[in-house]
């Protein structure tokens, strides 16, 4: 939910960042000027999640144009999220004179210290626009500041990257506590948010959408003359996972790796995360055949939504770092608990489904083989359950758990871990 908004800030400051090297240098502070936010609230994946179905149905609308609309306490929510994911960073943001001041504070690397960001926004009409920039004490000037950024994300994503986005920013008007952002996303490629927050973010070597239609009609093809199962344990579709990227495509097996995952989540995994996971489709470009249910009946451990957790959660992991995984995971159990329950067997699954990602991006391609070969049941890749909690209710989470910042909230997920140390697969190999 919050993942993509998450990665793209992350990116969007660590390009700033980078834009201002030479100076930071000089303006480094050995303490952050935020304070370490609290653990991320039910409220936080409510508000996240909102704003990430609004981007996606304004990206489907006419013209691509529409409004977002948030206050001050969902950005301070994002930001809480996003700290969770990546520690080194933190931010939060206030009114001020009818001004929205937002301050970051980021840690480029372990005992470097901190760049302290200071950013005042106005409302603006025709076209973004920044009041006041600061880095530590020093007072950058807006303009040459900003086409600085915009140099330096041209050059990591091509020309007319900044323009385009921007331009997808044309106003912000502030009423009372709330922010209204007019969005007009029709000069944006479909999936270019995709792209640019989870591929050329990480670095990985991303497939294309044809690499990955590939994969959808091989494990479609497997399916229909029954070569996979169409109910019963998703272990099959595993093992082949493992067996085609290995074997096809000697040159870049993480690639292929990357690639046979999308084309199982787009077949297999959750709904939330289906299209995000897409690489980007060009014009020319026929669209994925449809979905048709054909893992409706497949199960990990007996139970479909376990699937779904653990191949959404491992296709995660192949794009990204650890860290969005897991709160992506939390995320969306904080969501589900507001109206629904909070589930550690969920996350159970989520952390599985990491750590099966982990070890094969870990593993020698020429060792894949190997590794197939001792993935034969559910219980060599997913925990067993008994003992960790079911659905929750949001009050019954409460009193139990407190929050993610408790002791016996950080106990569970550290039961859980040692549960998956002990999986063969993970104990053998180091994983």
Same mark, same amino acid.
Not at 113 to 127: C, H, K, M, S, Y
């Given at each position: 939910m919050a993942t993509a @908004? %998450?990665? +793209?800030? *992350? #990116?969007?400051?660590? !390009?700033?960042?980078? !834009? @201002?090297?030479?100076?930071?240098?000089?303006?480094?502070? $050995?303490?952050?000027?935020?304070?370490? $936010?609290?653990?991320?609230r039910q409220e936080d994946a409510r508000a996240?999640?909102? =704003?990430? *179905?609004?981007?996606?149905r304004i990206r489907a609308a006419a013209g691509g144009h529409g409004e977002l609309a948030a206050r001050v306490e969902d950005i301070d929510g994002l930001f809480r999220l996003l700290h969770r994911a990546h520690p080194n960073v933190r931010g939060r943001? *206030?009114?001020?004179d009818d001004r929205l001041l937002v301050e970051v504070a980021l840690a480029p690397a372990p005992g +470097?210290?901190? =760049?302290?960001?200071?950013?005042?926004? $106005?409302? #603006?009409?025709? %076209?973004?626009a920044v009041e006041t920039l600061r880095l530590g004490r020093l007072k950058l000037p807006p303009g040459p500041t900003l086409a600085a950024l915009t140099r330096a994300l041209d050059r990591r994503l091509g020309a007319d990257t900044a323009a385009r986005l921007l331009e997808a920013a044309p106003a912000l008007h502030i009423e009372g506590e709330e922010l209204r952002l007019a969005v007009g996303m029709g000069a944006l490629p479909l999936g270019y948010f995709a792209r640019l927050t989870v591929g050329d973010a990480y670095g990985r070597s991303m497939p294309a959408r044809t690499e990955v239609a590939a994969d959808v009609a091989v494990f479609r093809a497997a399916a229909a003359d029954g070569q996979l199962p169409a109910a019963g344990s998703f272990m099959p579709w595993l093992q082949m996972l493992i067996d085609r990227a290995g074997t096809t495509a000697a040159d870049d097996p993480e690639r292929a790796l990357i690639a046979g995952l999308m084309a199982l989540n787009y077949l297999c995994g959750s709904d939330h995360f289906v299209k995000f996971f897409l690489p980007p489709r060009n014009a020319e470009e026929a669209p994925l055949p449809p979905r048709d249910g054909i893992c409706q009946e497949l199960t990990l451990r007996g139970r479909v939504d376990l699937r779904r957790h653990f191949l959404t959660a491992a296709t995660l992991r192949v794009l990204s770092e650890r860290g969005p995984a897991v709160v992506a995971g939390e995320a969306k159990e904080l969501h589900d608990s507001i109206r629904g329950a909070f589930d550690f067997t969920d996350i159970a699954a989520n952390n599985s489904g990491i750590r099966f990602a982990t070890l094969l991006l870990d593993t020698p391609s020429s060792d894949w083989p190997a590794l197939r070969d001792r993935i034969v049941t559910d219980g060599d890749v997913l925990v067993a359950l008994d003992g960790i909690p079911g659905e929750m209710r949001r009050a019954e989470f409460r009193n139990r758990f407190g929050g993610l910042d408790s002791p016996a909230y950080a106990a569970m997920l550290a039961e859980i871990e040692a549960r998956i140390d002990a999986l063969p697969i993970h104990a053998a190999g180091g994983g």
């Open positions: @908004l %998450g990665l +793209m800030l *992350r #990116f969007l400051i660590g !390009g700033l960042a980078a !834009g @201002l090297g030479l100076v930071a240098v000089a303006v480094v502070a $050995p303490t952050p000027h935020v304070p370490a $936010p609290e653990a991320p996240a999640n909102d =704003l990430l *179905r609004e981007v996606q943001a *206030r009114l001020q +470097m210290g901190w =760049l302290n960001l200071t950013a005042a926004v $106005p409302e #603006f009409r025709d %076209g973004f």
